[in-house]
């Protein structure tokens, strides 16, 4: 049986206010002892396999989980959730629509653009 995959979506207030009273409120996790606030959502393999494809920086870590996908992803990952009121397969089946994948993909691009290039200390 294969373990499915994970990601973590951080809750702020705002967030936390907009599922309030929600089935979603049930499924918030404390993190650091409750520093953070987190849904978890189950992602099937070949979701999972499509995200690493989409977004070549996205890693799977040692416990399963799908890290360093982009900001905007993440972003319209809790859209969707919010949006449909489920963690469900069918939010990554909105998620993955390539019109909103093409979006998606528009801003993740414009993310790299604003990282800055580490400065390093000069050698004298």
């Known amino acids: 049986m294969e ?14 206010e907009r599922i309030r009273g929600t089935p979603l409120e049930r499924m918030v996790k404390d993190l650091y002892g409750g520093y ?3 849904i ?4 099937p393999d070949e979701v999972a396999q499509r995200i690493l494809k ?3 920086r ?3 870590d040692a416990r399963g989980f799908i890290e360093e996908t982009p900001v905007a992803f993440k972003r319209e990952l809790f859209e969707v959730i919010a949006q449909l009121r489920s963690i469900g397969r069918e939010v990554f089946d909105e998620l993955l629509k390539p019109e909103r994948l093409g979006i998606i ?5 414009k993310e790299e653009e604003y990282l800055p290039p580490p ?3 000069e050698e004298k």
């Open 40 to 43: 978890e959502v189950e992602v």
């Open 105 to 109: 993909k528009e801003l993740a691009a």
């Open 58 to 60: 996205a890693r799977i």
């Open 54 to 56: 989409e977004f070549p």
């Open 3 to 16: 373990m499915p995959y994970k990601i973590s979506v951080i809750l702020d207030k705002s967030r936390l």
């Open 36 to 38: 953070l606030k987190v």
């Open 119 to 121: 400065t390093l200390p």
